[in-house]
């Protein structure tokens, strides 16, 4: 059946977070892969100070050694905003329209998805997969809660079944990572061991440190 779930984000740094959630889902859906797909240019928020090049290149770095984790460069060597409706239509030509396409979301960005390019068609591409995350607030737009009634898929076997059209909300241990902390930490002078790969922290130039602080507020506490 070879499912493959795509990932999307800024990844300004990638970090445990990203890397678990991807591994648990892989698993638990029984995803032949997982693709990372690094975001060009996000069109819901100011494109990252970090170049798109080396916001790939730490991914590259924190997905050698997991097969079963893919980079996927297309979002970069594309032109434009980079709409995650044009990804999926991409993987989807690709994959051919038997194969399940599984959309991972973090519940930040599955909340915020009723602004998405042409959401609702997302769900002629594929299916969706909400998962929780720490700190963040659970309710979707009620625009968005009324499109998902009656699509929910009763389990993962049920999800995979079909090619695309169900949703499931994943219930995957939370790592408190994200992003913005790593960047405030290191705004602060701080450790950032633990939170991202070693093999990205060691490739960190202080060019790579000013390019993903220079917005950022120290870490207070
Ligand atoms: P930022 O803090 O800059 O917003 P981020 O840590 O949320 O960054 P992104 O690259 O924006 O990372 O996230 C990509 C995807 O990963 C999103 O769907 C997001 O919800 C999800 N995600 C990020 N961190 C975690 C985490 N610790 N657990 C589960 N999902 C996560």
């Not at 990203?18 to 069109?43: C, D, K, N, T």
């Not at 699509?151 to 993962?156: E, H, K, P």
Request: without cysteine; proline residues 9%.
């Amino acid at each position: 059946m070879n499912a493959v779930g795509i990932f999307g984000g800024t990844f300004a740094p990638i970090h445990h977070g990203h890397i678990r959630l991807a591994l648990e889902l892989r698993e638990r859906l029984g995803l032949q892969q997982v693709r990372f797909v690094p975001s060009a240019r996000p069109p819901h928020r100011a494109a990252p100070e970090v170049p798109p090049q080396r916001r790939l290149d730490w991914v590259r770095l924190a997905l050698a050694g997991e097969p079963g984790l893919v980079v996927d460069d297309r979002e970069i060597r594309r032109n434009g905003p980079s709409y995650t409706y044009d990804t999926l239509a991409a993987v989807r030509r690709e994959s051919g329209a038997g194969t399940p396409l599984v959309l991972l979301l973090g519940d930040d960005a599955a909340n915020q998805l009723h602004t998405w390019h042409r959401w609702r068609e997302l769900f002629d591409l594929a299916h969706l997969v909400f998962v929780e995350r720490p700190y963040e607030p659970p309710a979707p737009a009620p625009e968005l809660a009324a499109f998902l009634r009656g699509r929910r898929a009763a389990s993962a076997q049920a999800l995979l079944r079909s090619p695309a059209g169900a949703w499931l909300a994943a219930n995957v241990p939370p790592l408190a990572i994200s992003s913005t902390r790593i960047r405030q930490l290191l705004k602060a002078g701080r450790s950032i061991r633990g939170l991202v790969p070693d093999a990205v922290i060691q490739t960190l130039t202080t060019e790579d440190v000013r390019a993903l602080t220079h917005d950022e507020d120290p870490a207070q506490d």
